[in-house]
C-alpha cells in the first residue's frame, strides 16, 4: 500500500499565502500521476491541481495563476503553493496520488487525511 500524509494546513489572511506538502511512503511503488483536491464545508470535494510525473500540469479554473502544484520525484512528495488566497479557499484539502506495485500494470489511488486550510476576511 502507499500512504499519503499532507502537512501544513492551518490559518491565513485574505491576501496571504500557505504551502501544502504531500509525502507518499510505502515499498515497491510507482507514483503516476499526483494532485490536490478540496471539500469545502457543504460542498463537494473537487478537483484543485495535478501533475504529471514529467511535470505536466492541470488547475482548476477557481485556483489558476494563485496555486502552484510541483513535485520532487526522488522524495515521492507533491506541493502546493497557494498565493492570493481566498475566503473561497477555505476547505479540507486532500492529496491523491495514482500509483502502481512493482511488476504489476493495476493503476490504484491512495488518499490522504486532509489538512484544514482557513483563510479569514
Known amino acids: 500500500q502507499v500512504q499519503l500524509v499532507e502537512s501544513g494546513g492551518g490559518l491565513v489572511q485574505a491576501g496571504g499565502s500557505l504551502g501544502l506538502s504531500c509525502a507518499a511512503s510505502?515499498?515497491?511503488?510507482?507514483?503516476?500521476?499526483m494532485g490536490w483536491y478540496r471539500q469545502a464545508p457543504g460542498k463537494q470535494r473537487e478537483l484543485v491541481a495535478t501533475?504529471?510525473?514529467?511535470?505536466?500540469?492541470n488547475y482548476a479554473d477557481s485556483v489558476k495563476g494563485r496555486f502552484t502544484i510541483s513535485r520532487d520525484n526522488a522524495k515521492n512528495t507533491v506541493y502546493l503553493q497557494m498565493n492570493s488566497l481566498k475566503p473561497e479557499d477555505t476547505a479540507v484539502y486532500y492529496c491523491?496520488?495514482?500509483?502502481?506495485?512493482?511488476?504489476?500494470?493495476?493503476?490504484?489511488?491512495?488518499w490522504g487525511q486532509g489538512t484544514q486550510v482557513t483563510v479569514s476576511s
Open positions: 491523491n496520488a495514482d500509483y502502481q506495485q512493482s511488476f504489476t500494470t493495476t493503476r490504484q489511488t491512495s
Open positions: 510505502g515499498s515497491g511503488f510507482r507514483i503516476n500521476a
Open positions: 501533475i504529471a510525473p514529467l511535470g505536466s500540469t
